[in-house]
């Protein structure tokens, strides 16, 4: 398509153009057809003439080259609104004007722009200066906005001063700006709309691209990726498509994607969701009005009509037919629905766009039987719509005009406001032509590329000159960019360069005078700036059942000390976890795993000696392991190569583990509950914690937690030197609760020891604890290593914690969550990056 786009210029230009010898700043691709232009263009001329085509660019050479046969006497002509010419467009214009035919231009005398300037040199004119009516110049108003909806916000206060059709003009050099706009406008509000709008940009085009993708992703053996199809089902026309007996048929596909969360797969044949609708979503169906069979035979349409055709694509004609039967899919149970073409005024020409010029494209290709690779295919599909824009054409007598900037040629209005007005909007940022690069335009005799954005400049000061009253309105902002970072939108230079003229005109600088439009937001907006304000009442009946129910267990004391916003969440709120499909490795599922393995690999041992070397078997362990995994949600869903890695990784980590166990140990207790019940601040509150393994070793009994990802592990001294001196805070507000999570960050592991000695001194005197980190070869990080257990200093201080200290950080937690006014944010801001709550939580 670039090289047809060439070959196109080329024949406007009037150029033969020469092959280019070993061309630089091209990709490799390009560079044989550079080579070999002059060839290229030889038999594209002969087959065109052969079977009788033409293009329009050779027709304009035609014309151009036979233009002197025509007979003029007599026949009046005016040439009006060109500005920047085409070889051919000069030769025939040049012609007619030699003829008598009158040509009209709408610039200074005094200040003739280059194009036209040029144009008078090559003719060797004369000009005859016909003064407009009015000399006032422009009143320019410049007005910096904070986003686009400040920009149609301030629009509509300007358009809303009134007048007639000709009186006003919104333009807008970017046409993504017309759908907020319209939408911003007064009801009833008549509305001229005359621009191309682009294809690639529009709701219909939006369902084909994501079917293509459904399709570039599919995998024979496994099937469609399910982020696409559920993209496919979420799409507005497929979501309001009805079901057989007229229902809402987006109910069944939200029943569709919670079901494919729920099962877990990231890929899957077609075939296999017809069992996901089965007799559990039965009920639910049948109080929505649905029945199984009607649900079934809703997604399987979908699948025949939208979804399968696009698998045996393999030619443009068989791509035009696919893409008829989408729109007729989508359109078919609405034709002739009353009221149909109000409501979507705009889709319904964006879909005649469609069936008018992108169908017929296709269709009428010479290749259209031809066989192409799918992805190509694809690409050309979109390539073409990429260069396709949906032309709006209205009665430019009625109501208000919204224009794009070129089609303003030759008209004026009293107002006109102009919208987005900034760099690489206007003038637009052109890719550069990776087949013909700047530096290569005049080895084959075309103009440079400079021109382009001498002929936006015309058309957009003639506009302004033309107008007794000028907004020019830009964004100021900061926005990501395509490379990740952040940058800052400029004013366009358009807008400087008339700023400047206007500080000539007037002599004093105007920075003062451009209008900066405020965001301002009403107090509603702003939460309290640490938390969400607490229901005291449902926070203690919560805590109160808990305690007199299963008991309080670590993680939900961690949660709050971690995140009071976390802990309302998933406790007060009850929100849970979402379910989605499986495509890491999930932690928490993998840890469950572990654990269960560990656990039925010591359940032998239990209440008896385990000896590290004689009884250690790693391939039980891992036989353990890949059962578990097996009948877990990580077996069922990973793909196979993630899997291997799993278990590879696992493998190993498990094997190092029994490699460094020391012993003999006395396997005491596995996986086993227990409670505690603590007078604290007036009442009985219950604790509760479930330990993974108990060892003796010797007279000392250890507390073992696996542990199978990342945790701040306590360090060497931290008992000593921070934990033991550890006091309540005086107050409940955020920073006493940080500053406890510095103290102490992590309760788990104290309240297992508490937990287990029941708090007696003769048990605390001989138990300590420790994480065992797996994925460190299971090294063991204990609270206080058993060695120093024995020292008589620690072993006072420890009791002392265990007995006073940690009772009294309990009540105070208790206390905090129970009367602090608010839930606070995070205690620490690196906790919200892998927090489940994030994406709607105000405070992350």
Not at 504 to 529: D, M
Not at 823 to 831: H, K, N, Q, V
Request: proline letters at 7%; aromatic letters at 10%; one cysteine or more.
């Amino acid at each position: 398509m670039r090289l047809a786009s060439l070959l196109e210029e080329l024949y406007r230009e009037l150029k033969e153009p020469p092959s280019v010898p070993y061309p630089e700043g091209v990709p490799e691709e390009a560079r044989p057809l550079l080579e070999d232009l002059h060839e290229i263009w030889g038999d594209y001329e002969a087959r065109l003439q052969a079977q009788g085509f033409t293009t329009p660019g050779r027709r304009f050479k035609e014309v151009a080259s036979r233009v002197s046969d025509l007979e003029l006497e007599g026949t009046p002509f005016w040439i009006v609104g060109f500005y920047a010419l085409t070889a051919s467009e000069n030769r025939i214009l040049k012609h007619l004007w030699e003829g008598g035919a009158e040509v009209l231009w709408q610039a200074q005398t005094e200040d003739l722009p280059p194009l036209y300037r040029r144009w008078k040199e090559d003719w060797r004119a004369e000009l005859q200066e016909v003064k407009p009516r009015r000399e006032t110049p422009t009143r320019v108003h410049l007005i910096e906005a904070y986003d686009l909806h400040s920009e149609v916000l301030r629009a509509k206060e300007t358009i809303g001063k009134g007048g007639g059709p000709d009186a006003q003009a919104l333009v807008l050099p970017d046409p993504a700006a017309l759908i907020p706009l319209l939408h911003e406008l007064p009801e009833g509000q008549e509305v001229n709309v005359t621009l191309g709008y682009p294809l690639e940009r529009t709701t219909i085009f939006a369902l084909i691209e994501q079917l293509m993708r459904l399709q570039e992703g599919q995998e024979p053996s496994r099937g469609y990726y399910h982020r696409d199809y559920l993209a496919v089902i979420r799409h507005p026309f497929i979501k309001r498509l009805p079901t057989p007996s007229g229902r809402e048929g987006r109910i069944v596909l939200h029943l569709l994607e919670e079901r494919i969360r729920e099962r877990g797969r990231p890929y899957f044949h077609l075939e296999e969701l017809k069992g996901l609708i089965d007799g559990r979503a039965e009920a639910f169906l049948a109080s929505e009005g649905f029945s199984l069979e009607e649900a079934s035979l809703f997604i399987q349409e979908i699948h025949r009509r939208v979804v399968l055709p696009w698998r045996d694509v393999r030619t443009a004609g068989q791509l035009a037919g696919c893409l008829r039967e989408v729109v007729r899919f989508v359109l078919g149970p609405f034709i002739g629905e009353e009221g149909q073409l109000e409501r979507y005024p705009l889709e319904n020409e964006f879909l005649y766009c469609l069936e008018t010029q992108i169908i017929p494209a296709l269709e009428g290709s010479l290749f259209r039987d031809e066989p192409i690779e799918q992805g190509l295919l694809f690409n050309l599909l979109r390539r073409l719509v990429a260069l396709t824009r949906t032309p709006f054409e209205g009665q430019p007598l009625v109501g208000l005009q919204v224009l794009g900037l070129l089609e303003t040629r030759l008209l004026s209005f009293e107002r006109v406001v102009v919208l987005d007005l900034n760099e690489g909007t206007l003038p637009s940022h052109e890719d550069v032509d990776p087949l013909m690069p700047p530096s290569l335009r005049p080895a084959v005799g075309l103009p440079e590329r400079e021109r382009e954005e001498e002929i936006v400049w015309y058309h957009f000061e003639r506009l302004l000159r033309s107008s007794a009253e000028a907004y020019l309105i830009w964004q100021s902002a900061v926005a990501p960019s395509e490379e990740g970072l952040e940058s800052k939108t400029s004013r366009s230079r358009f807008v400087e360069r008339i700023l400047w003229e206007e500080e000539k005109r007037k002599g004093r600088t105007l920075e003062e005078e451009v209008e900066r439009l405020p965001l301002t937001l009403p107090s509603s907006c702003f939460l309290a700036s640490e938390g969400i304000e607490k229901d005291l009442g449902r926070v203690r009946a919560f805590l109160m059942a808990r305690a007199q129910g299963e008991g309080i267990s670590p993680s939900l004391l961690n949660t709050y000390l971690d995140c009071p916003l976390r802990f309302y969440y998933r406790y007060i709120l009850g929100l849970a976890r979402p379910v989605d499909v499986l495509e890491e490795t999930d932690a928490g599922i993998l840890g469950g795993v572990i654990h269960g393995a560990m656990e039925d690999y010591f359940r032998p041992f239990l209440r008896r000696t385990y000896h590290p070397v004689a009884d250690r078997d790693p391939g039980r362990l891992i036989e353990l392991f890949l059962r578990h995994l097996e009948g877990s949600r990580l077996g069922e869903t990973l793909s196979p190569e993630k899997r291997f890695f799993v278990e590879e990784a696992a493998k190993f980590r498990l094997r190092k583990y029994l490699e460094g166990m020391k012993g003999p140990v006395w396997i005491e207790a596995l996986e086993r509950p227990f409670r505690l019940t603590l007078s604290l601040g007036g009442s009985e509150w219950t604790f509760y914690g479930k330990v993974d393994r108990i060892d003796r070793r010797g007279d000392l009994r250890v507390i073992l937690d696996y542990k199978t990802g990342y945790v701040e592990p306590p360090g060497a001294n931290a008992f000593l030197e921070k934990i033991s001196a550890l006091r309540p805070p005086a107050g409940l507000d955020y920073e006493d609760l940080r500053g406890l999570k510095r103290g102490i960050e992590d309760l788990q592991l104290h309240l297992y020891v508490l937990l287990v000695s029941q708090g007696r001194e003769e048990e605390l005197r001989r138990t300590t604890a420790a994480y065992v980190m797996l994925q460190e070869q299971g090294e063991e990080k204990f609270l206080l290593r058993p060695e120093k257990l024995r020292d008589g200093a620690l072993q006072r201080l420890w009791i002392q914690w265990f007995r006073v200290g940690l009772p009294q950080i309990l009540q105070y937690l208790l206390r905090h969550i129970l009367e602090a006014p608010l839930y606070f944010r995070a205690t620490d801001d690196g906790l919200c990056r892998s927090c489940d709550y994030e994406p709607s939580c105000h405070f992350a």
